[in-house]
């Protein structure tokens, strides 16, 4: 039993997808892939294509899971011992076949596993059918036999019923006074998709005494997610010109945990003790003692990061960390133990402000490239100079050497610290190696969190040494032409399909 993975090509009237067959450990026998499946004898009988179901329900809640096998018996090579090779054609009932799907599968594979959300996606976007409606398709396998003078064998069609669902938002934002960015659209809070759960998202931070709600795309109100009949239910509000648009209330400000469910609409808020500050700012000479903001951690909200190059018209220069980007005296500042603190691990940090005392201590390093680390559950910085790397290869069964790390596809450096690449990934996983290190214990970047599918915009990158731990990839759900720029200082990559 496989699942295919597709590499799309359009063509004329046509989309192709070329099929990739795995090697399978079957129980008490291996069998291993060939180059060329020849010297096989198939019997004299026709090609008969069957489903594993034909009204066939996608699932939101699912979109992982199998929807439908489609297989089909070998058909005849007429006693010629050449291989097979197979056209599997998925269209709209009575279209005739014009602009199907097509699956060209190599070296006896005779099966096609359609997952729900591949599938879902496939008919929204190939065939233009609505989401949460029902599509009736044909379906037909054309047998080639690869010798001279066979003419091919064409399967009978197949009649299926499928019912789509609309597709769940792969984006959402905390949006409301309650919130770290208020009321901006253009700046809403962004939530974190929590893997294998699909349609669930989560955020932990700070909430202020106010009102929220939840926004699907960055500078847009509507669609919204709103408070339902009570505080555990959510409401979809699909336009502005719905006028529910009843927000959730916090009364107490506080340190909380937002998880919902988009596909039950479900939401629950907890209190924690969590971090103290969702959002802090680097600031001092290197920034000519302006306010730049800090990157806090997709997956703990304790971290915060700033790298970047630090320069000044100095040798030396100085920082702190502030919780507001404002110098009033009432302003808390994250501040070394002792003044003019340089660069080491581990460093200890204090909370200070004007109002209490006049050490105004600050960290003092050189001019150089650095990744500075603020830990607030151990009140700890590190001040770490940061080399680049020279080369950067990506690996997994998505790329075209596979998990082959002897062989990694290299990509292409373009600045001291940001490399790209463009070419044909597989459906699979991938991930990055700064170093092709044959035992796997060099230095890794890696998806924040295991088997994300990429957005195709910024997103950040963990990274690893010695060893992939965790040992995070992202998963294409589809083949095709990709760019990929990973920026190795601060730690981002963009994943995007042309």
């Given at each position: 039993?496989?699942?295919?993975?597709?590499?799309?090509?359009?063509?004329?009237?046509?989309?192709?997808?070329?099929?990739?067959?795995?090697?399978?450990?079957?129980?008490?026998?291996?069998?291993?892939?060939?180059?060329?499946?020849?010297?096989?004898?198939?019997?004299?009988?026709?090609?008969?294509?069957?489903?594993?179901?034909?009204?066939?329900?996608?699932?939101?809640?699912?979109?992982?899971?199998?929807?439908?096998?489609?297989?089909?018996?070998?058909?005849?090579?007429?006693?010629?011992?050449?291989?097979?090779?197979?056209?599997?054609?998925?269209?709209?009932?009575?279209?005739?076949?014009?602009?199907?799907?097509?699956?060209?599968?190599?070296?006896?594979?005779?099966?096609?596993?359609?997952?729900?959300?591949?599938?879902?996606?496939?008919?929204?976007?190939?065939?233009?059918?609505?989401?949460?409606?029902?599509?009736?398709?044909?379906?037909?396998?054309?047998?080639?036999?690869?010798?001279?003078?066979?003419?091919?064998?064409?399967?009978?069609?197949?009649?299926?019923?499928?019912?789509?669902?609309?597709p769940i938002t792969p984006t959402l934002y905390l949006i409301g006074s309650a919130?770290?960015?208020?009321?901006?659209?253009?700046?809403?809070?962004?939530?974190?998709?929590?893997?294998?759960?699909?349609?669930?998202?989560?955020?932990?931070?700070?909430?202020?005494?106010?009102?929220?709600?939840?926004?699907?795309?960055?500078?847009?109100?509507?669609?919204?997610?709103?408070?339902?009949?009570?505080?555990?239910?959510?409401?979809?509000?699909?336009?502005?010109?719905?006028?529910?648009?009843?927000?959730?209330?916090?009364?107490?400000?506080?340190?909380?945990?937002?998880?919902?469910?988009?596909?039950?609409?479900?939401?629950?808020?907890?209190?924690?003790?969590?971090?103290?500050?969702?959002?802090?700012?680097?600031?001092?000479?290197?920034?000519?003692?302006?306010?730049?903001?800090?990157?806090?951690?997709?997956?703990?909200?304790?971290?915060?990061?700033?790298?970047?190059?630090?320069?000044?018209?100095?040798?030396?220069?100085?920082?702190?960390?502030?919780?507001?980007?404002?110098?009033?005296?009432?302003?808390?500042?994250?501040?070394?133990?002792?003044?003019?603190?340089?660069?080491?691990?581990?460093?200890?940090?204090?909370?200070?402000?004007?109002?209490?005392?006049?050490?105004?201590?600050?960290?003092?390093?050189?001019?150089?490239?650095?990744?500075?680390?603020?830990?607030?559950?151990?009140?700890?910085?590190?001040?770490?100079?940061?080399?680049?790397?020279?080369?950067?290869?990506?690996?997994?069964?998505?790329?075209?050497?596979?998990?082959?790390?002897?062989?990694?596809?290299?990509?292409?450096?373009?600045?001291?610290?940001?490399?790209?690449?463009?070419?044909?990934?597989?459906?699979?996983?991938?991930?990055?190696?700064?170093?092709?290190?044959?035992?796997?214990?060099?230095?890794?970047?890696?998806?924040?969190?295991?088997?994300?599918?990429?957005?195709?915009?910024?997103?950040?990158?963990?990274?690893?040494?010695?060893?992939?731990?965790?040992?995070?990839?992202?998963?294409?759900?589809?083949?095709?032409?990709?760019?990929?720029?990973?920026?190795?200082?601060?730690?981002?990559?963009?994943?995007?399909?042309?």
């Open positions: 039993m496989m699942i295919i993975n597709f590499l799309i090509m359009k063509k004329t009237m046509k989309k192709i997808y070329s099929i990739i067959s795995l090697c399978l450990m079957l129980p008490l026998m291996l069998i291993s892939c060939k180059d060329e499946f020849g010297n096989i004898s198939y019997p004299d009988s026709p090609v008969v294509l069957s489903a594993s179901a034909t009204d066939i329900a996608l699932n939101v809640a699912a979109p992982e899971g199998d929807a439908v096998k489609f297989s089909w018996t070998p058909g005849s090579n007429f006693g010629s011992n050449a291989a097979v090779r197979y056209i599997f054609e998925l269209a709209p009932k009575g279209s005739n076949f014009e602009d199907a799907v097509v699956t060209e599968l190599e070296k006896g594979n005779t099966a096609v596993i359609y997952r729900s959300g591949q599938l879902n996606k496939l008919l929204l976007e190939e065939f233009g059918v609505a989401p949460a409606s029902t599509v009736d398709l044909d379906i037909r396998v054309t047998a080639y036999v690869q010798a001279e003078g066979i003419a091919p064998q064409v399967s009978e069609v197949l009649s299926v019923k499928v019912t789509t669902y609309k919130t770290p960015n208020g009321w901006s659209a253009d700046d809403a809070t962004k939530m974190n998709v929590v893997q294998g759960a699909p349609g669930t998202f989560i955020w932990q931070g700070n909430l202020t005494a106010g009102e929220y709600k939840f926004i699907t795309t960055l500078g847009e109100f509507a669609p919204s997610y709103n408070r339902g009949d009570d505080d555990h239910s959510l409401y979809f509000r699909e336009s502005g010109d719905d006028p529910y648009d009843v927000p959730f209330v916090v009364t107490e400000a506080g340190s909380y945990q937002v998880k919902v469910n988009l596909i039950t609409l479900q939401i629950d808020v907890v209190e924690t003790e969590g971090a103290a500050y969702s959002e802090l700012w680097f600031v001092g000479g290197f920034t000519g003692w302006s306010f730049q903001p800090m990157t806090v951690d997709a997956n703990d909200p304790f971290i915060f990061r700033y790298h970047g190059e630090l320069n000044s018209s100095n040798a030396t220069d100085e920082f702190k960390i502030a919780t507001r980007p404002d110098f009033d005296p009432s302003v808390v500042f994250l501040r070394p133990e002792t003044n003019e603190q340089g660069v080491g691990v581990d460093l200890p940090v204090v909370s200070w402000s004007e109002s209490e005392n006049s050490d105004d201590y600050k960290w003092k390093i050189g001019n150089d490239v650095y990744k500075i680390k603020l830990d607030l559950r151990e009140n700890t910085l590190d001040i770490v100079p940061f080399t680049p790397f020279a080369d950067m290869y990506i690996v997994g069964d998505a790329t075209p050497s596979g998990w082959d790390i002897g062989n990694a596809t290299p990509m292409v450096k373009s600045s001291d610290y940001v490399f790209t690449w463009t070419g044909t990934l597989q459906a699979g996983e991938l991930k990055f190696s700064c170093d092709k290190q044959s035992d796997w214990n060099g230095a890794w970047f890696l998806a924040p969190v295991n088997g994300i599918e990429p957005t195709g915009a910024e997103e950040p990158v963990l990274f690893s040494q010695p060893g992939s731990n965790p040992d995070n990839k992202w998963k294409l759900a589809s083949a095709g032409t990709y760019t990929i720029t990973l920026d190795q200082l601060k730690e981002t990559v963009i994943i995007q399909k042309q």
